[in-house]
Antibody, heavy 115, light 110 residues
């Protein structure tokens, strides 16, 4: 069974950092891109960014809100992808989802940025 | 970069057919994906690559495209289909593409 499990969310102050993890199982993780998507309260889905597979040189691409603040990485030996978030803002408050294996989604992890 | 436009809301009665549209210049040459998100739950892929249905998704969900418009059709809507629906495509036609989402359509099953 394809499964994605996010972790690492929590409460952080503005300007702080947080690192999310996405643990994958049930499919060939190393050959799959991983996308991060978020949904803020009262808003729609927003693409955060993605990391491609080793075959595609682990290339990354970011949405506008994530550029210069967020970094996506992966460790294929652990079947895990990461989202490092720095300089967090109140508007980064959202549920963060990882998506991979073309169609599978995790259940999400809540990030709350508040003082 | 490309943008996607969806109607904010669609309402149908149980058993009727719901059609949710998604418009954007890029859709004429790029794939469309559709996601269902029920309140408090994670998104679920209901259609990928314009018209393909993942395993486990009911046959009443179908996707189509015509020019710059994609349509998600739910035939014989059930109360459990009440949810937000988001279309998604690529934001450019470049070789390395990001994603763009439509604003979402809330389907109410009356």
């Amino acid at each position: 069974e394809v499964q994605l499990v996010e972790s690492g969310g929590g409460l952080v102050q503005p300007g702080g950092s947080l690192k999310l993890s996405c643990a994958a199982s049930g499919f060939a993780f190393s050959g799959s891109a991983v996308n991060w998507v978020r949904r803020a309260p009262g808003k729609g889905l927003e693409w955060v960014g993605h990391i491609r597979s080793k075959t595609n040189n682990y290339a990354t691409l970011y949405g506008e809100s994530a550029k210069r603040r967020f970094t996506i990485s992966r460790d294929d030996s652990k079947n895990t992808a990461y989202l490092q978030m720095n300089s967090l803002r109140i508007e980064d408050t959202a549920v963060y989802y990882c998506m991979s294996a073309a169609t599978a989604w995790g259940r999400g992890t809540l990030v709350t940025v508040s003082s | 970069s490309y943008e996607l436009t969806q109607p904010p809301a669609v309402s149908v009665s149980p058993g009727q057919t719901a059609r949710i549209t998604c418009s954007g210049d890029g859709l004429a040459k790029l794939y469309t994906y559709w996601y269902q998100q029920r309140p408090g739950q994670a998104p679920v892929t209901v259609i990928y690559k314009d018209k393909e249905r993942p395993p486990g998704i009911p046959e009443r969900f179908s996707g189509s495209t015509s020019g710059k418009r994609a349509t998600l059709t739910i035939t014989g809507v059930q109360t459990e289909d009440e949810a937000d629906y988001f279309c998604q495509s690529s934001d450019t036609a470049d070789s390395h593409r990001g994603w763009v989402f439509g604003g979402g359509t809330y389907l109410t099953v009356l």
